[in-house]
């Protein structure tokens, strides 16, 4: 049975919501916005990294998902998440909107953001990988 990784998921889950918190403060003008749909966007990449690091452990653990078509391969599972957390950022960052001053102001994050934020998730257990000696010096592993 595959072990279950934490720290590394830890690691790049902080990595990947800092990098998405950067990339809101450009697209976000409203300043409660910004800190709203940060939290709720780091607390979700931190989760999707740890499902997508883990996907060997999901898969021998929920068996019934071994039966699901394409669900099997651990690399269309990574897809799967990465797909969920791209439409869910999105989708949030699109529900709230105010208007300005003959503007609209809001949350619209823009899609690229997000889809570069979907990537990262989906190759995170490829990236620890090669990043995983430089870390390995500094911090438990």
């Given amino acids: 049975m595959p072990?279950?990784?934490?720290?590394?998921?830890?690691?790049?889950?902080?990595?990947?919501?800092?990098?998405?918190?950067i990339l809101l403060q450009k697209d976000v003008q409203v300043p409660m916005h910004r800190f709203s749909h940060a939290i709720q966007s780091f607390i979700s990449i931190i989760i999707a990294v740890f499902a997508s690091m883990n996907v060997d452990f999901i898969l021998q653990t929920f068996t019934f998902l071994q039966g699901i078509q394409f669900v099997n391969n651990p690399l269309i599972f990574r897809i799967i998440i990465g797909l969920i957390v791209i439409i869910k950022i999105h989708l949030v960052s699109a529900a709230v909107s105010a208007r300005g001053v003959g503007r609209a102001y809001g949350m619209r994050e823009k899609f690229v953001h997000t889809f570069i934020i979907g990537i990262l998730i989906v190759v995170a257990p490829y990236i620890w990988g090669l990043i995983k000696p430089i870390v390995s010096e500094f911090l438990p592993v």
């Fill in 3 to 21: 072990e279950i990784v934490i720290w590394p998921a830890i690691y790049l889950g902080l990595i990947i919501g800092i990098y998405e918190i």
